[in-house]
Every structure is written in C-alpha cells, then in structure tokens.
C-alpha cells in the first residue's frame, strides 16, 4: 500500500464549478502538506503548503488538512479553464527536505468553458 | 517565488549517445538539488539528491554510472544520461530549495522531456 493514497481521476467540471480534490495517507509523521499544479510537459508549481492541522485559503485555493482522518482536500472555487492542470498532492515529515516528500500520483482535472 | 531552470526543454537523441540536463536556480544560492523522473500519468520518482561539492546521493534502484550528477556551483547542477536508450526516454524534472536543512518550500524546473530512438 502506498503511503499517499490521491483520488486518480480524471475529473472534469464546468467553469465555475467547485472543485475538490483529495488524498489521504498512512504514515503518521507527516507534518508538512503541499499541493503542487503541473501543466502538461512542464515542472509542477507550488500551489498551497500548509504546517499541521486546519485550513488555508489562498484566493480561489482552501486547503484543508485533517490530521486525525489522515486526509487532506485542496478546494477550488469559481474554477477556470486555466486550472486545468494535474494536481499532486505531497507530504512530508519534520526534518525532511521537501525535495524528498511523499508525492500522489496526481489528479488530472479538465475545466471546460 | 525562488526561480529554478531547467535546460533544454526537451532533446531528441540517438540510441548510445549521452544527453545533459541543466538545472539552474536563478535567485538563490542552492546546496541541494534533486532529480526525479516521471512517467506519464504517474507521479514523481526522486532519482537522487546532488549535493554542491560532494557526490551525488542515489535512491534505491537508480543506477549511478547510468545517470551522473555533477553539482559543481551552488546554483548549477547538471544529469547527464549516458548512452541512453528508449527505455530511458522519460520526463526528467530537477527541483531545489532555498535551505537544505529544513521543510522549505520546493521549487522545481520546467522539466525535459527526453526521446531516445
């Protein structure tokens, strides 16, 4: 079993809808939650990271970590064709370089006008 | 943001040759760099972490000789695939941070995506 368990998609909405995509995991240790956005043949972008517990908005972007469920959700609102895009989720424990988290596999979102 | 480039885009090369990839970081001096490699529709697969003046440290499975790393300046590493073959044909993607040390925010290349015929 895999350490980051991320819903595979793909999912496709239409502008303006919400969107949420999510991943759960296994090893306890984590402390650190990132979201990354990858466009097709390109580096992925750090999109929201958050420390612990809760929630963070950043504009149309809410990400929420439960650490008691293991569960962490990125939220987009009033998405827009240019969000289309595959989100990666990834963890990481105290003490970690980020370069070494724990990546999903990615869900691949399509937003249609 | 840190700014981090990653150089070419992407390489088309013949069977037996060897291809570098060159990883800048731009506004920031970076002791530590990583190489990951991803297959389509997957996720990200960390090769290895190069470090500024010492030798790379590989992952697990990930055959040294086969793909060098040279981190001779604190804002350049380079991968060089050596007598690659279509099996190595991949996106390659390098990414850095600001401090080695801690959870700092990662930043990654634009990535290349390398043909071998």
């Known amino acids: 079993q895999k350490e980051v368990e991320q819903d595979p998609g793909p999912l496709s909405v239409p502008e303006g809808a919400i969107v949420s995509l999510n991943c759960t995991y296994s090893?306890?240790?984590?402390?650190?939650f990132m979201w990354y956005r990858q466009y097709s043949r390109k580096g992925p972008e750090l999109l929201m990271y958050?420390?612990?517990?809760g929630n963070k908005e950043d504009g149309r972007f809410t990400a929420q970590v439960d650490k008691s469920s293991k569960y962490i959700s990125l939220f987009i609102r009033d998405s827009q064709p240019s969000d289309s895009a595959t989100y990666l989720c990834?963890?990481?424990?105290?003490?970690?370089?980020?370069?070494?988290?724990?990546f999903g596999d990615g869900t691949t979102l399509t937003v249609k006008p | 943001g840190a700014v981090v480039s990653q150089h070419p885009s992407w390489v088309i090369c013949k069977s037996g040759t060897s291809v570098k990839i060159e990883c800048r970081s731009l506004?920031?001096?970076?002791?530590?760099m990583f190489w990951y490699r991803q297959f389509p529709k997957q996720s990200l697969m960390l090769m290895a972490t190069?470090?500024?003046?010492?030798?790379?440290?590989?992952e697990q499975g990930v055959e040294k000789d086969k793909f060098l790393i040279n981190h001779a300046s604190l804002t350049l590493s380079t991968l060089t695939v050596t007598s690659a073959h279509p099996e190595d044909s991949s996106f390659y993607i390098c990414?850095?941070?600001?401090?080695?040390?801690?959870?700092?925010?990662?930043?990654f290349g634009s990535g290349t995506q390398l043909s071998v015929l």
């Open positions: 990414s850095a941070t600001r401090d080695s040390a801690t959870n700092e925010k990662l930043f």
């Open positions: 090893n306890s240790a984590f402390q650190y």
């Open positions: 958050t420390y612990s517990s």
């Open positions: 990834a963890m990481s424990a105290p003490g970690t370089n980020a370069g070494k988290s724990t």
């Open positions: 506004d920031f001096q970076a002791t530590t």
């Open positions: 190069s470090n500024e003046g010492s030798k790379a440290t590989y």
